[in-house]
């Protein structure tokens, strides 16, 4: 009896989706480069040097973190402090890894960087896809440029922060900006409203019950709901199927 053997990916193919992965990562980046020039300006603004925008983006790529601990560094603040709010702050990430697709990746060290790199822009660009269409080269081809948009929109940041005369307010507001767009575009994407009132409903519910901590308590409720409702999902076709 013969036996299919699974081909690796050809040259060209690879190609393909390492472009495919390129051109998925444009609509995250609208907002990536944005935003890193907003952490570049922050730097220099906060009278740090210059070089701690690279630094940051390469070591902790993460820009809702990287923009807290530029106002943090800035401060003094205690490392106790600056550890809690990294933990809080980055927690989220644990919840991405239950359905980003890292089983795709095989090398070790590829998949090391898909880990470090697995941000909110990358998770909700991925998240729009449909699952044939993920790969591996495509995956990292994104995840890399989003963080090139990234870095390079830092060092954009710091130039620019040093060549204006006057300090820009509001910077803070693009990181919540992105993350609205990326929300309304997974939406129109999946038209999942169930899991966006779900969503709505656990900020709601942890912004009143525990404001110190609303991100992690949303987050942690958000959880055990998708969970509710999957168990549900899951239940009704096989009474469906009992009852037929």
């Not at 980046?29 to 210059?50: E, K, N, R, S, T």
């Not at 600056?82 to 060290?109: C, E, I, W």
């Not at 998949?111 to 470090?116: D, G, I, N, R, S």
């Not at 309304?184 to 969503?199: M, N, T, W």
Request: a positive charge; hydrophobic letters at 60%; one cysteine or more.
């Amino acid at each position: 009896m013969r036996q299919d053997v699974p081909t690796q990916m050809t040259t060209p193919a690879r190609r393909q989706q390492i472009a495919a992965g390129a051109r998925d990562s444009f609509s995250a980046g609208l907002g990536i480069f944005p935003l890193g020039i907003a952490l570049g300006l922050l730097v220099i603004q906060a009278d740090l040097p210059w070089w701690l925008a690279p630094a940051l983006s390469l070591s902790a790529f993460a820009g809702s973190l990287e923009l807290l601990l530029v106002g943090m560094m800035a401060t003094v603040t205690p490392l106790a402090a600056v550890t809690l709010t990294v933990l809080v702050v980055n927690f989220r990430h644990v919840f991405y890894a239950f359905s980003f697709p890292l089983h795709l990746v095989k090398h070790p060290l590829a998949k090391a960087y898909a880990v470090y790199a697995m941000i909110d822009e990358a998770y909700a660009v991925n998240a729009a896809l449909p699952e044939a269409e993920r790969s591996a080269p495509r995956l990292l081809a994104m995840q890399i440029a989003c963080e090139t948009y990234w870095v390079g929109g830092g060092l954009l940041g710091v130039a620019l922060g040093a060549a204006l005369p006057a300090p820009i307010k509001g910077l803070e507001f693009a990181l919540c900006a992105l993350f609205t767009v990326l929300t309304l575009d997974a939406f129109r994407s999946r038209r999942e409203l169930p899991s966006v009132l779900l969503a709505v409903a656990s900020v709601a519910v942890a912004v009143v019950l525990a404001p110190s901590v609303a991100l992690f308590t949303a987050l942690l409720l958000f959880v055990a709901l998708l969970t509710a409702r999957l168990a549900l999902t899951a239940r009704r076709p096989a009474k469906d199927a009992a009852g037929a």
